[in-house]
């Protein structure tokens, strides 16, 4: 994980830069200052490699527009601009920033590759079921709902839960010291709030409380609660 100055800045690496990127936020988040959505994770990986960043706040109907999918083809946020770059993915872009910096990958190629593995794990098996399980709380809980649809749904993020919760068993990270994976992973798992699904594994419960009690975390979550609070009526 560690790296002199000198290898990380012939692998074409930086430790700080006078760019200053621009990333892409709801202008009024619906998480209502929670920090749940994913521009989150962007501003906690600039934060960690010490990068200072402007955003830019969009609304739902900006969001929509021809320019504003020329950034995003999909009309969501977050986007990542640095010069004439623009990337959107927040996972893309957090290995971007993470490949660029020391600090949240290591130096060993294989060690490098089992991070980027937690990433990935983080984002495509563990992230959907839980992203399901609320899309079913937004639009079937509050009417009643089908039981057995939320129930399953429940069960397939239990099941998720279940086998992280094993594997992480009494470490303090998934593989060695913190990386962009623990990054990507303690953000989806914050996805489920203080829900008794986490609370089901105390030591994913702990391993969301360490990610969240990371300096780098505190800055980045209390700058998208001040833009939620300054947009807000009387903010
Ligand atoms: N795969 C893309 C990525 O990782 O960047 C997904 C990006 C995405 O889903 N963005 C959402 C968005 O722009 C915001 S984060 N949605 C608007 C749209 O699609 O029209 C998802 C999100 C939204 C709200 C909450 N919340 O209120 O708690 C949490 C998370």
Redesign the pocket.
Known sequence: MEQSRAETEEAGMSTTSDNRSTITV?ER????G?G????MRVRWVLEEVGQPYDVQPVS?SQ??EPAYRAL?P?????TYQDGDLVL??????VLHIAERHVGLLPGDASARSRAIVWMFAA?STVEPPI?DR?MIGYFEREEGGNARRIALADDRVRLRLGDLSRRLGDTAWLDGAFSAGDLMMVDVLR?LGGSDLLGEFPNLTAYVARGEARPAFGRAFEAQRALFIAASPGG
Do not use: C
């Open positions: 709801f988040s619906p998480d209502r929670r749940l959505a994913r521009d739902f969001m929509r995003q999909f009309g969501q946020i977050p959107f993915e927040s996972g893309a872009i984002l992203v609320e996805r």
